[in-house]
């Protein structure tokens, strides 16, 4: 069939060629994003980590492998979403959309890093709620006077950031009010991981009923598709957005199946060099475990999201960027975290809900500025620089912490 073939419909919004050389098909997937130049670097840092260069070149270089694998990951995603429908790929799309963090954090839990592990994740939902949202009000509102969202969808989703936030709160107030004996004895650690683990399972449960939430019994609220929206631009008048490009499929199922296998295949191996050189790095750069899982490994595993989510907030899509930003933060909440507790019970890693207080002070911070600004269903361009000028504090308060 020749190279101009008639597009056909996919049934997800997308549209597909019925037939493209293989040629054609890795030019596209090449250009999909600018982060893959940096590809040449992945047989880089596999070499770097077999060899065993030092452990800043190390570090270094799979940190930058894994942003474009990550972005690689996030392409075949939707290109498998587009075929198999909007029910399954939404679900796709919420059990890929953190793979690289659940690949990372997976081979650190297995390696018993459960400090990287714990400020991975709470690294990814600060970075989720206040970095990638402030880049996304700043982006859509510099040159609009305000953009609204979908009120509704937005606060199902920030409360149940409020419940997991909380499950991060108890064991850590359990843990303050635990008499001083328990804690010499080791008594009150096995309480609180057994709290943790209990905690995870309902957790994991309310995560499995929200999906039923959202993709069955209430799929239309979040498949609402309003009129256009008028974009009030600062010194313009009033005027609709302009309609968005039909986009193209690449890829047909299997092919997007088995890109997504080589990928975390890919994935793993960079990942794996990564963790085990933070222990050397910690001691030659004096740079702690925490403000590496808290505020560096996050940038890698979420650089795909923040690139999607700011795009579509300065398209004035910001139901799409709100999903983006609390939706991956709730989903590593209320399933990554407490899936690798869990996973940890059955390997026997002591991998457990409590947090420092500091740590869990700064999680609720993170929510609380959160939900205060989603309240109206509507942002601008100053709420962006709150939510980021947060999330520097604590980045700075992080870096300059003595663990």
């Not at 957790?203 to 009030?232: G, N, R």
């Amino acid at each position: 069939m020749s190279e101009n073939a008639p597009l056909l419909s996919s049934g997800y919004g997308r549209h597909t060629p019925t037939s493209l050389p293989i040629k054609h098909k890795l030019i596209a997937i090449m250009k999909s994003s600018y982060v893959n130049v940096l590809l040449v670097l992945v047989p880089l840092g596999i070499v770097a980590g077999h060899l065993q260069w030092s452990p800043t070149a190390v570090f270094t270089i799979n940190f930058l492998a894994i942003v474009p694998l990550a972005a690689l990951l996030s392409f075949a995603t939707e290109e498998l979403a587009a075929k198999v429908g909007q029910t399954l790929g939404g679900l796709l799309n919420a059990t890929f959309g953190n793979a690289v963090e659940l690949i990372v954090s997976v081979i650190a839990l297995k390696k018993g890093e459960i400090r990287i592990v714990q400020a991975s994740m709470l690294g990814s939902i600060l970075s989720n709620l206040l970095l990638v949202m402030g880049c996304c009000f700043v982006a859509g509102g510099y040159n609009r006077l305000q953009q609204t969202f979908n009120q509704t969808v937005a606060q199902t989703m920030s409360s149940l950031m409020a419940l997991s936030c909380s499950s991060l709160l108890l064991p850590a107030a359990f843990h303050a009010s635990l008499p001083k004996s328990d804690l010499k004895d080791g008594d009150g650690a096995k309480t609180i991981l057994s709290l943790s683990r209990g905690t995870s399972i309902v957790l994991l449960v309310i995560y499995v009923l929200y999906l039923v939430f959202q993709l069955k019994t209430h799929a239309a609220l979040f498949d609402e598709h309003p009129a256009p929206a008028l974009s009030t631009s600062i010194g313009q008048e009033m005027r609709p957005e302009e309609e968005e490009e039909e986009e193209v499929n690449i890829l047909n199922t299997g092919e997007s199946i088995a890109m997504l296998v080589i990928i975390t295949v890919f994935v793993s191996v960079c990942a794996d060099y990564l963790v085990g050189s933070i222990d050397s790095l910690v001691e030659t750069s004096g740079i702690s475990k925490t403000f590496i899982g808290l505020i560096l490994l996050p940038i890698v595993g979420n650089a795909a999201e923040h690139a999607t989510a700011v795009l579509v907030a300065m398209k004035n899509k910001m139901d799409l960027a709100i999903g983006v930003a609390i939706g991956s933060s709730m989903q590593i909440a209320l399933f990554l975290t407490p899936f690798l507790v869990v996973l940890g019970w059955i390997i026997d890693q002591p991998m457990s809900l409590e947090f420092s207080t500091f740590e869990t002070a700064v999680l609720f911070v993170a929510v609380f500025i959160t939900n205060y600004l989603i309240l109206d269903g509507e942002s601008n361009w100053l709420e962006g620089v709150m939510l980021l000028g947060t999330y520097t504090i604590i980045a700075l308060a992080f870096f300059i912490a003595p663990v």
